[in-house]
C-alpha cells in the first residue's frame, strides 16, 4: 500500500511538476465480513476523484457511501455514524433532483472474484478545505452489504456497514494553503 501511494505521489510530481492534494484510506472489515480494500482520494483542479479496490465481497452488488465520522471503532462500522449530509437533504441517487446526501456514492458490481472498482469524481468534495460543505476530510468511507435503493430514508436500506476506513489527514499529501 506505501509502494502504491508513493508511485502515484512520485507519478504525480513528475506529471503535473506538483503533488496534489491526496489521502489513502486503508478498508478494514466489519460485522465480521473479510471485506477489505483501499480507497484513494486525489483533488486536482478543484475536483476530487475517488479511486477504490475492494476485496472478499460477495459478487454482485454493494453500495458505498460516505459517513460523518472517521471513527471506525465499533464492530459493526455504526461509531462512523450517518451518512454525511451536510446540506441536509433527502437520501437519493447522485445528482437527484429532488436530493441526494452528498455523500450518497451509490452503488457498484463486485465482479465473480469478490472484486468491486469504482472510479469517481466531484467538484462538491475538497481536501482539508475550509467549506465544511464540501471537506471529507474527518469522515469515512463504508463499504455496505447490499444495495442502496435511492428512495429509503435516510440510509438507503444498505444493509450491514462491512468495511469501513477513516478518510483522516494522518494519511494524507496536502498542500500547504496559501
Given amino acids: 500500500m506505501k509502494n502504491f501511494f508513493f508511485l502515484l505521489a512520485t507519478f504525480s510530481m513528475l506529471t503535473n511538476c506538483s503533488v496534489p492534494n491526496m489521502v489513502v484510506v486503508e478498508l478494514e472489515s466489519k460485522s465480521s465480513s473479510n ?26 452488488e454493494h453500495a458505498i457511501h460516505i459517513h460523518e465520522k472517521s471513527d ?40 465473480k472474484e469478490g472484486v468491486g472498482i469504482i472510479n469517481f469524481s466531484t467538484d462538491l468534495w475538497c481536501l482539508d478545505c475550509d467549506d465544511d460543505n464540501k471537506n471529507i476530510i474527518g469522515k469515512a468511507i463504508i463499504v455496505h452489504q447490499g444495495i442502496d435503493d435511492f428512495v429509503s430514508q435516510p440510509s438507503g436500506a444498505a444493509g450491514s456497514r462491512i468495511s469501513c476506513g477513516g478518510i483522516i489527514s494522518k494519511n494524507a499529501i496536502l498542500r500547504s494553503k496559501d
Fill in 35 to 60: 471485506v477489505t480494500g483501499n480507497v484513494v482520494f486525489i483533488e486536482d483542479d478543484k475536483t476530487v476523484t475517488m479511486v477504490a479496490t475492494i476485496n472478499n465481497l460477495n459478487p454482485g
Fill in 72 to 111: 471506525c471503532s465499533s464492530n459493526d462500522g455504526k461509531s462512523s455514524g450517518g451518512h454525511w449530509n451536510p446540506t441536509l437533504t433527502n437520501h437519493g441517487k447522485w445528482g437527484d433532483e429532488n436530493g441526494y446526501h452528498i455523500g450518497d456514492i451509490g452503488n457498484f458490481t463486485a465482479d
